[in-house]
């Protein structure tokens, strides 16, 4: 009855069947393992946000990149806004979507080595190849705080494209801005959270979202419940098959069977009509 299974569309689907089982096992982990990451990040980033702020010389220095496990970290610097070295980062938007620029600023501290700031957002207006009007910073020696941040390289996904208008650049990256500035820049930047600029300057980065844990547990739950859709439904195709074939074949059976059954049903009828006749013909008269 199960002989169909060696047939090559069987064998086929059969194959097919025990690819995809350990596929989808594969691609459910992936995407726990995902979900395992973004809540980690979660709980770095609010154990981060947190804690009390520190020197940004402590947790960084020209030429280092930025350890992850003090990414979003609270530091303060004090020095002086270095208004020439200031540029802005093209094609960052607000927490609107509304595209526009970051402003990044140097903050050159007390032993002449410079820290860059990230003062907030503008919108993008008129003259996209021109440097916009951009607030300007507090003068004199000011300190600030802020979430330090991890310079922007190519594994961030951002393209740095160039040929840009002067002042313009694409990514926020410190050593760029040190042969740029010819002074020692600590790695990484401070993204402004104080003093606050008021109505007049650039809008504040809202803080990162560190409470969504995104769809990738409910992905992995989906991957495991079609892994185990694929065997049952392949029972299910394999009983309707042989269900299928055992009816065919009656029918065949029946239909092969069909005109020796009809005649024997005529002989059976025409039997019972001879005995009557002979019968009726032994009683007639002489």
Sequence with gaps: ????LLSRQWVILTLV?????PVMIKLGFWQFHRHEHRVARNDLVARSL?????????????????????????????????????????MRTDANG???Y?????????????VLVNRGWIPATGDLTRFPEVPAPPSGKVTVTGRLRADETDASGI??????????????????RAKELHRPVLGGYIELT??????????????????SIGPHMAYAVQWWLFTGFVPVGWVILVRRERRDRAAEAAEQATEAAGPEGTGAAEAA???PAGAEGAVRTGSSPE
């Excluded at 009855?1 to 169909?4: N, S």
């Excluded at 970051?102 to 410079?114: C, E």
């Design 50 to 90: 947190s804690a009390d702020p520190v020197p940004v010389t402590e947790l960084t220095r020209p030429g280092r990149d930025v350890p992850r496990e003090d990414v979003w970290r609270q530091v303060t610097a004090s020095g002086t806004y270095d208004t020439k070295g200031e540029v802005v980062v093209r």
């Design 194 to 211: 104080a003093p606050e600029p008021g109505d007049r300057g650039p809008a504040l980065v809202p803080a990162p979202d560190h409470d």
């Design 98 to 100: 509304k595209s526009g």
């Design 269 to 271: 009828e025409a039997e």
């Design 159 to 176: 393209k740095d494209t160039a040929g840009l208008p002067p002042r313009q650049v694409m990514r926020v990256n410190s050593e760029r």
């Design 102 to 114: 970051w402003v990044l600023t140097p903050l050159v501290l007390a032993d002449g080595r410079a």
């Design 17 to 21: 069947g025990l690819v995809l089982i």
């Design 1 to 4: 009855m199960y002989r169909f």
